[in-house]
């Protein structure tokens, strides 16, 4: 395990924080779909893509960090599958079941499963 200054702890840690908060945004906008009195969905999406851009910035500095770690860099670099999920949304914000199916079918399974494997491969790291 690569030592890590506390700067660089913290912002590990922060960045494990904010994929939950993403999965709880991505949540709300699933609930979104049939309760509508959650009406705040696009806002939340629009959150979550400005995050997006957040975590591939900090994956390059995580990816100097963090060199002797290839499980650590292979997960980070599989971000950018979440990212091509995201471009799917492109020109479909407007048709809320193209949305919908993107959303559910693509973009947040795509997540979910990116996140569980750099939660569990940061593990180590976040229980210091």
Known sequence: MVILASAQME?????????????EGFDYIEESFTNY????????????????ESINATNAYLSQWLTEEP??????????DV???AMALEGQLEDMNAKQRVIQQRLSPAFQEWKRTIQEALQPYVQQ
Request: glycine share 2%; with cysteine.
């Open 11 to 23: 912002t590990v840690y922060k960045y494990y924080l904010l994929l939950e908060t993403i999965k």
């Open 37 to 52: 009195e959650r009406t705040q969905a696009d806002m939340v999406l629009t959150d979550i893509l400005k995050a997006f």
């Open 71 to 80: 499980c650590i860099i292979h997960g980070l670099e599989r971000f950018t």
């Open 83 to 85: 990212l091509e999920e």
